[in-house]
């Protein structure tokens, strides 16, 4: 059995994932797998992202992987990244697909007619550093308040239930970044590429225990 399960599914930036846990926790068996049945019994899973939705759901379905992820989901401490925060509900407006279903709620995508206080316009995706104004959470102990952590992403998640909300950041209107809910815990930006602050989450979530 391995510590943590990082998911491969053929997309995302797993590479700089597992550098980022090995640095964190350099005694933990750490597996970048697709294999389904480490995945299923891994004492953690993480589930990054980077690419579209679609093509996420279907190398999920085609790689066998789906029930693997929503046993690991729903029973063990989760840690999603990007699209694997997106993928927790149950649509996508990128190409118009149903996601996990696990979380209530939809994502959707960025206006592409955004401008900032100054008027200037904003591209999406949106790109860059932004402060996370995060709640009260185990893996947010020791991390400062509107700490900066790094984006990329068109789409942005919409949770039904509030309670499910753990940050938000700003572009330029205020939009869900965290969600968490009993085992699960989820992000749209990518603390491996974070330096401090990320590398602390992702510290914390090594050492959680739901």
């Known amino acids: 059995m391995v510590d943590v399960a990082v998911v491969d599914y053929g997309m995302g930036n797993l590479r ?7 640095k964190v926790a350099s005694a933990a068996k750490i597996a970048v797998t697709d294999d389904a049945d480490v995945i299923a ?3 953690r899973v993480v589930f990054p992202g980077q690419g579209a939705m679609p093509d996420c759901m279907r190398e999920l379905d085609a ?3 789906r029930d693997a992820v929503l046993l690991a989901a729903r029973s063990r401490p989760f840690l999603g990244i990007c699209i694997g925060l997106q993928m927790l509900f149950e649509h996508s407006a990128e190409g118009d697909v149903a996601g996990l279903g696990i979380l209530h709620g939809g994502v959707v995508r960025f206006p592409s007619n955004m401008h900032d206080a100054q008027g200037n316009k904003l591209k999406v995706p949106h790109m860059g550093w932004n402060q996370v104004h995060h709640g009260q959470h185990p ?4 991390i400062e308040q509107d700490a900066r952590f790094y984006f990329v992403h068109s789409y942005y998640v919409q949770p039904q239930d509030a309670a499910l909300v753990q940050a938000t950041s ?3 209107q205020s939009f869900v970044c965290a969600v968490a809910k009993a085992n699960l815990f989820a992000v749209q930006f990518h603390p491996e590429k974070c330096s401090t602050a990320g ?5 914390k979530f090594m050492q959680w225990i739901p």
């Open 16 to 22: 700089s994932v597992e550098q980022a846990l090995r």
């Open 41 to 43: 019994n891994a004492k």
């Open 63 to 65: 790689r066998g992987l």
């Open 139 to 142: 893996l947010w102990d020791g």
């Open 170 to 172: 700003q572009y330029p």
């Open 199 to 203: 590398l602390k989450l992702l510290l």
